[in-house]
């Protein structure tokens, strides 16, 4: 017969009282872990109710605000857009962007946690709500049903992501945008590359108006210096996969973690662009963003 097991509480109080320190002490350090365990990371709420996401409880689970519906089919934003109608198509270095979450004080604090103080305890929360984006936006292009099969339509060749300059990587010790992209990589089986480098540092964005986000951002980006050899690679893995009708063509996911006024997105997609034509490869750059600000 199977042993009945006893919580602390149910314990005889004769047994309790008669166990060594050592016990009490094991005793209670296992109440602390398992606490711990059971301890929301955003709320720090002591529940049984986890969400699908890493250490979120439901009720915390339930604020994260998804962007359903966007208005904007090229930036992904969910509210009526003056700045892409002012845009001319010629400037659009990139197919779309697809952001995740609206950039509300919840969703500051628990991208804020990841990127400036380093909680690692966010990246898979994060990583999965960006997955649950990924899937949202291979569905979207995918359509539904036809003639044609779905692969064909539209398959991330590479996913790649915004880069950090190097004095930023000595601050944080790791690149956010980048472990957000290999999450999506790793889950979808997907290659992930660092296409580009960032040579100079170009200060914090969240300080500056939107000119001079956008003048600062000129020549900020470069491509890595394999980057001819790596096209070619890809070229030939996504040709394997496609018809002529995509010959010389590559789709690129660019990753970055907050969407503000697009500029760092357009000035990635830019250079990767530029230097693929001179390649004569054709980049087919799709954005995908954490949350939209
Ligand atoms: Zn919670
Ligand atoms: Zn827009």
Same mark, same amino acid.
């Given at each position: ?14 047994? *309790? ?9 094991? +005793?209670?350090?296992? @109440? ?8 929301c990371?955003?709320? &720090? ?7 699908e ?5 439901? %009720?915390?689970?339930?604020? #994260?605000? @998804? ?15 003056? /700045? ?6 010629? !400037? ?17 604090? @628990?991208i ?6 380093? &909680?690692?305890?966010?990246?898979? !929360?994060?990583?999965? #709500?960006?997955?649950?984006? *990924? ?6 292009? =995918? ?10 339509? @539209? ?9 950090? %300059? ?21 889950? &979808?089986?997907?290659?992930?590359? $660092?296409?580009?480098a960032?040579?100079? /540092? ?28 790596? +096209? ?6 996504? /040709?394997?996969? *496609? ?12 990753? /970055?973690?907050?969407? =503000? =006024?697009? $500029?760092?997105?357009q !000035?990635c ?13 054709? +980049? ?5 963003? +954490? !949350?939209?600000?």
């Amino acid at each position: 017969m199977k042993p009945k097991t006893m919580s602390v509480r149910k314990l005889p109080r004769k047994v *309790y009282s008669g166990m060594g320190m050592i016990s009490k002490t094991r +005793l209670f350090m296992n @109440w602390l872990l398992h606490r711990q365990s059971q301890t929301c990371i955003s709320c &720090n709420t002591l529940t049984g109710h986890f969400s699908e996401y890493s250490g979120i409880c439901t %009720s915390c689970s339930v604020q #994260i605000p @998804w962007i359903y519906k966007i208005r904007c089919v090229h930036c992904g934003r969910p509210t009526f857009c003056p /700045d892409c109608l002012r845009l001319v198509p010629s !400037a659009r270095y990139y197919v779309c962007n697809r952001s995740a979450i609206s950039y509300t004080p919840m969703m500051r604090e @628990w991208i804020g946690q990841f990127k400036y103080r380093g &909680n690692e305890k966010y990246a898979s !929360a994060l990583g999965e #709500i960006m997955n649950r984006a *990924y899937r949202a936006m291979r569905h979207e292009f =995918t359509g539904r049903g036809g003639s044609v099969p779905k692969r064909s339509l @539209w398959n991330v060749d590479v996913v790649t992501c915004v880069p950090v %300059s190097e004095t930023r990587l000595a601050e944080r010790g790791f690149n956010q945008a980048q472990v957000l992209a290999e999450e999506i990589a790793r889950r &979808n089986k997907l290659p992930f590359v $660092s296409l580009l480098a960032r040579p100079q /540092d170009t200060g914090k964005q969240s300080f500056k108006t939107k000119k001079e986000r956008i003048s600062s951002m000129d020549n900020a980006f470069a491509v890595i210096p394999d980057m001819a050899k790596l +096209l070619k690679s890809l070229v030939l893995k996504a /040709d394997s996969r *496609y018809t002529s009708a995509r010959m010389q063509s590559v789709t690129v996911l660019l990753v /970055d973690d907050i969407y =503000t =006024t697009g $500029s760092t997105l357009q !000035a990635c997609a830019r250079v990767l662009g530029e230097e693929a034509a001179e390649q004569g490869v054709h +980049l087919a750059i799709f954005c995908l963003t +954490l !949350a939209r600000s």
